[in-house]
């Protein structure tokens, strides 16, 4: 491989939640390891690999010009999206004013919110829910409506069409959140299902904020269909969220954008965005997002997306082989595994608390998957070079699931 997914990063002391806040008081982070074991971080999003050098490059290039003032978007960063979205996804048709910048895509979700409904409505989401669209909703006055999905016959999951289309009638639905790829499920929807889900959408005028963040992020053997491209109400109902940040790792240099190709939903959109005068770029996070998307950035996903593929499918594997009473769905997308631990919890009379914290002992540190409203599940990050992978299987294996204190 040209790029480097092998080396053990030392994040310590490099702003890195995911390592530096491990034991920290009061938080959503995992309790620090017991004497003798090192962290393996595997809970939030991020990625434990270098980014691509040619961000690296953008960044340090506009770095050495020792100004940074005032400035706007260039041609070059609207450019480089629609030739990314072109090149990888195939999308047709996109232009600049299309596009609209985003602080993050949570940001995005609340500023389409304030336009599509009011305070107290309700709005439709999928369980088990991504933490964040659950804080957004709760935090400004939403109220949540669950359309679970559910494991079929093949243990893949699916959208319950009969449920989605019932809550949507019932509770006078007009908002839908949508997550393609799905966090935390790792499902890539297939064509059917979205032209199914949007056939319900546009019998009953809803309008779905689709985060489409994971979208590059595709397991060898499957392909991310943009939701806006599966119809004409699709394309013209639909505020698509996107961001290099869980592509490249750069979520702390903040920078999502919008694709929303209504003229009137967007400019209302964009109003909303600029009332609170934060939503504003920053000039290094448009280098980055230049550099991401060069060929160079290209490639580089490219060789993500077989190294992720490789340590999902050890990673599924060793589960099914050796943790009796953990079930486990194939992502096709994303890095994150959903572990169900409930058959295993109950034979062996422990609650998920107590199975969380016996892997926090020895450093594996995976989520707690309740929170995503997965009742004894637990969501594990896979973005590690694949010898830390196998070192926290072993782990799991020997001191969590084969041992009771």
């Given at each position: 491989m040209k790029y480097d997914f092998t080396t053990i990063m030392d994040r310590k002391g490099k702003d890195a939640i995911a390592v530096d806040s491990i034991g920290a008081p009061g938080g959503m982070a995992p309790e620090a390891p017991d004497p003798g074991f090192d962290v393996i971080p595997m809970w939030v999003a991020d990625m434990n690999f270098p980014t691509a050098p040619s961000i690296?490059?953008?960044?340090?290039?506009?770095?050495?010009?020792?100004?940074?003032?005032?400035?706007?978007?260039?041609?070059?960063?609207?450019?480089?999206?629609?030739?990314?979205?072109?090149?990888?996804h195939g999308v047709t048709g996109l232009h600049v004013e299309h596009i609209g910048y985003e602080n993050g895509v949570l940001g995005g979700v609340v500023s389409a919110l304030s336009v599509l409904c009011s305070r107290g409505d309700a709005v439709l989401v999928h369980t088990p829910t991504y933490i964040g669209f659950t804080g957004v909703l709760r935090n400004n006055g939403y109220q949540i409506v669950h359309s679970p999905l559910f494991k079929d016959g093949e243990g893949t999951w699916r959208m319950d069409f009969a449920d989605m289309e019932e809550k949507i009638r019932d509770k006078h639905i007009h908002a839908a959140i949508f997550c393609s790829p799905h966090n935390p499920c790792g499902r890539v929807w297939e064509r059917e299902e979205l032209e199914k889900a949007y056939e319900i959408f546009e019998k009953y005028g809803v309008t779905v904020i689709s985060d489409e963040i994971w979208s590059d992020i595709i397991l060898d053997g499957n392909t991310h269909i943009p939701s806006q491209s599966v119809s004409e109400y699709a394309r013209s109902h639909t505020v698509a969220l996107y961001a290099p940040s869980k592509t490249f790792n750069l979520a702390g240099l903040v920078?999502?954008?919008?694709?929303?190709?209504?003229?009137?939903?967007k400019e209302r959109i964009d109003k909303e965005s600029s009332l609170c005068?934060?939503?504003?770029?920053?000039?290094?996070?448009?280098?980055?997002?230049?550099?991401?998307?060069?060929?160079?950035?290209?490639e580089w996903v490219d060789e993500l997306c077989t190294v992720l593929t490789e340590n999902v499918r050890y990673a599924v594997g060793y589960i099914r082989e050796h943790f009796k009473g953990v079930s486990?769905?194939?992502?096709?997308?994303?890095?994150?595994?959903?572990?169900?631990?409930?058959?295993?919890?109950?034979?062996?009379?422990?609650?998920?608390?107590?199975?969380?914290?016996?892997?926090?002992?020895?450093?594996?540190?995976?989520?707690?998957?309740?929170?995503?409203?997965?009742?004894?599940?637990?969501?594990?990050?896979?973005?590690?070079?694949?010898?830390r992978v196998e070192e926290a299987m072993e782990r799991l294996n020997k001191y969590v699931f084969s041992t009771i204190e």
């Open positions: 690296q490059e953008a960044i340090r290039a506009r770095i050495d010009h020792p100004a940074y003032g005032y400035f706007e978007p260039t041609d070059e960063y609207y450019n480089s999206i629609i030739r990314w979205q072109k090149t990888r920078g999502s954008y919008h694709i929303i190709y209504d003229r009137i939903l005068h934060y939503n504003s770029m920053n000039v290094l996070s448009m280098h980055a997002l230049i550099g991401a998307y060069k060929d160079e950035g290209q486990v769905a194939m992502p096709e997308g994303t890095y994150m595994l959903f572990l169900d631990c409930r058959e295993w919890c109950e034979k062996n009379g422990l609650t998920l608390p107590e199975l969380e914290k016996k892997a926090w002992r020895v450093g594996v540190a995976w989520q707690d998957g309740a929170m995503f409203n997965g009742e004894y599940c637990v969501r594990m990050n896979l973005a590690l070079p694949l010898s």
